[in-house]
């Protein structure tokens, strides 16, 4: 008990103190996390409903979260391109749930690994562009990046 509580601690402060590429990267590393959970269940032939839905509802809130970071006054085709994409996961876990299937989770982890892959690679190459942005220079992540809102 005192260990989790410890690191749901550290947690805390991990999100807290993150810039804005990094919560991206941790969204989506929670959205993998939640959706391989969901599909576990899915996949086991006696699955734990609750914690199936538990899974699926973190799912869908982590992606109506990205879809609230979304910032329609930046790169209007790519933030255009992410909501399609994002309304389609959350089609595509609509499906697994009524289907009782985990191939449509499957899709959507494989989107999700790929975007988690560019946006950290964006993010790399931001960090080695500004290396001084611990030090309270402003990034100029949010202009690659285009899409988070400030």
């Given amino acids: 008990m005192r260990r989790q509580l410890t690191y749901d601690k550290y947690q805390q402060m991990q999100v807290q103190t993150a810039d804005k590429g990094n919560l991206l990267l941790m969204l989506?590393?929670?959205?993998v996390v939640a959706l391989k959970k969901a599909q576990l269940q899915l996949d086991?032939?006696?699955?734990?409903?609750?914690?199936?839905?538990?899974?699926?509802?973190?799912?869908?809130?982590?992606?109506?979260?990205?879809?609230?970071?979304?910032?329609?006054?930046?790169?209007?085709?790519?933030?255009?391109?992410?909501?399609?994409?994002?309304?389609?996961?959350?089609?595509?876990?609509?499906?697994?749930?009524?289907?009782?299937?985990?191939?449509?989770?499957?899709?959507?982890?494989?989107?999700?690994?790929g975007l988690r892959q560019a946006w950290g690679q964006a993010v790399r190459e931001n960090r080695a562009q500004q290396p001084n942005t611990q030090t309270g220079q402003p990034s100029n992540l949010r202009s690659q990046m285009g899409t988070i809102k400030a």
């Fill in 28 to 31: 989506y590393d929670a959205l």
């Fill in 44 to 113: 086991n032939g006696t699955a734990d409903r609750q914690e199936f839905s538990d899974q699926i509802f973190k799912s869908r809130e982590i992606i109506l979260e990205l879809v609230g970071a979304l910032d329609p006054n930046a790169n209007q085709e790519m933030t255009e391109s992410l909501q399609s994409l994002y309304d389609y996961f959350l089609w595509q876990i609509s499906q697994a749930v009524t289907e009782k299937k985990s191939e449509p989770i499957s899709d959507v982890i494989q989107h999700v690994t």
